[in-house]
């Protein structure tokens, strides 16, 4: 008989019901946590004297042979909470095994279980964006950053950039992402241990203490939001949701660009697979996978919300539903950062199929435009209809603005406009790599830009890095802290 179903339940659940209600299968995620909550609120026991140092010890010893051992809830038991208090009492005895749930609910272990193991993806995930974001970096300041490819609006050629800008843009949507998620640590890393079932416990437990050796920055104070706020929760699935967003809108492009149509990148063997029947297919299945799973953790989000979105305070075994969506936004998000990142630093770029591409596009309409304002004097909007005219008579004959004869496309110009343009002035209006180098205002894709933006973006990294590792400390000297109260707790 299982352990709570003694009292004022007569028999155990059946089967189906049993399976109905129980978070056997992801409890694996937090058993670990549960054992540090169960000794950090032991230690609290023993201090404010609820139960003697000797059953305290014996507790403690007996908790720290489970870790990573419990590994999965049998099916006769409801959750890896029992399945610890069951293992610690098999190990002690009921008459000290059974002091160790004084004072504390499953109610709030759970919800510390969880933060506890949520904080550990935040951190993983975070430590994977800055992977990508290094990535990233590393292509735009190698000699194919500097590269000049069609930049696109509607998915048609629109001005030069470089594939340095290209891959910034992609590091700068990406980052922030990092940015939210590590603005959500706080607000995940808060301790609802001490609020029980809801309204707190009568023996003198310090909250603090209990906290403070769990590795948590503070207090979830009030004990009815303690144990009722998923808000946490939703919070980091919409960041990773709006993370992986971005990353799905990358892998599109990367999917587009690697067409025979386009034909700009190669992609990684290693991220490829063939056809059963077509021998020549080289399909990006790891991209095609990440734009998958993207629509995984928008349904874990929109999955989480509806949970919550009408139950009353405090706890309602709908939240148990929610976390396996936790789970896998998190698991999904990370496997997706590493498989990008090797990606990014794999794949190779044609520059040959990008110039063909670029010189047929008139993507230079916008400067030489530009240029009739400079040089000419003309209304930006005159100067807009003159070129478009220009572009529309071109295209007829099946040729572009790089492509058409100097002298001729002066005439042109002359014919239409009236203004004398040097030879000079329409050579560099017409080339796509004098485009991008004339766009030098600040975050343009001027490749001197590039170099700035890189550089900077480089030393954010280690910003980064030292926030993560600042994180990391703290919880590992919370852990040393604990162990060496457990030690001297235990060794008495």
Same mark, same amino acid.
């Given at each position: ?125 975070? /430590?994977? &964006?800055? @992977? %990508? ?10 000699? !194919?950053?500097? =590269? *000049? ?85 939703? /919070?980091? &699935?919409? @960041? %990773? ?10 892998? !599109?492009?990367? =999917? *587009? ?106 993507? *230079? ?128």
């Amino acid at each position: 008989m299982k352990i709570t179903r003694g009292g004022r339940l007569a028999g155990d659940l059946t089967g189906d019901v049993a399976r109905f209600t129980s978070s056997a299968e992801h409890d694996h995620y937090i058993a670990d946590a549960v054992i540090e909550i169960n000794m950090a609120h032991v230690l609290a026991l023993a201090k404010c004297k609820c139960i003697e140092k000797d059953d305290a010890a014996a507790i403690l010893s007996a908790l720290d042979s489970l870790f990573g051992k419990v590994k999965h809830v049998p099916p006769d038991m409801e959750d890896i909470h029992m399945v610890v208090e069951e293992e610690v009492t098999r190990l002690v005895g009921e008459k000290t095994g059974g002091k160790m749930h004084t004072g504390k609910s499953r109610n709030d272990q759970v919800a510390t279980a969880i933060r506890m193991r949520l904080r550990a993806f935040i951190i993983e995930i975070c /430590e994977g &964006i800055v @992977s %990508l974001q290094r990535s990233l970096l590393q292509r735009a300041e190698s000699p !194919e950053g500097r =590269i *000049v490819v069609p930049g696109y609006t509607h998915l048609q050629h629109a001005q030069p950039v470089t594939i340095a800008h290209w891959l910034l843009a992609h590091h700068d949507s990406i980052k922030r992402s990092f940015d939210r998620l590590i603005g959500s640590y706080q607000r995940i890393n808060l301790c609802p241990m001490g609020a029980a079932a809801l309204a707190g416990t009568g023996f003198k437990i310090d909250r603090a203490m209990v906290a403070g050796y769990l590795g948590f920055d503070g207090l979830l104070e009030n004990t009815m939001d303690a144990v009722s706020s998923r808000d946490f929760a939703l /919070e980091a &699935i919409s @960041s %990773l949701a709006i993370l992986m967003v971005d990353l799905s809108r990358f892998a !599109e492009e990367l =999917i *587009v660009w690697a067409s025979s149509e386009f034909g700009y990148i190669d992609i990684p063997d290693d991220h490829a697979s063939t056809s059963s029947i077509m021998p020549q297919k080289k399909n990006p299945v790891t991209l095609e996978m990440l734009r998958a799973k993207c629509g995984s953790v928008l349904g874990d989000l929109v999955s989480t919300i509806a949970i919550m979105k009408a139950l009353p305070l405090t706890y309602n075994l709908d939240m148990q539903e929610l976390t396996p969506h936790l789970w896998d936004a998190c698991e999904s998000t990370a496997l997706s950062i590493r498989v990008l990142a090797d990606f990014v630093s794999k794949v190779k770029f044609s520059e040959t199929r990008i110039k063909a591409s670029l010189d047929r596009g008139s993507s *230079v309409a916008t400067e030489l435009a530009d240029v009739l304002v400079r040089e000419g004097g003309l209304p930006f909007r005159k100067a807009h209809r003159i070129v478009g005219s220009l572009v529309k008579s071109l295209s007829s004959e099946g040729v572009s603005l790089s492509e058409v004869d100097l002298d001729r496309l002066r005439r042109m110009i002359a014919v239409e406009s009236g203004i004398e343009l040097s030879r000079e002035s329409v050579e560099r209006a017409v080339s796509p790599s004098m485009n991008v180098d004339v766009r030098s205002v600040r975050g343009g894709p001027s490749r001197s830009e590039a170099q700035r933006m890189v550089r900077e973006r480089m030393k954010s990294l280690e910003e980064e890095e030292r926030a993560i590792a600042l994180i990391r400390q703290r919880i590992d000297r919370a852990r040393e802290e604990m162990r060496k109260e457990f030690v001297s707790t235990a060794g008495s």
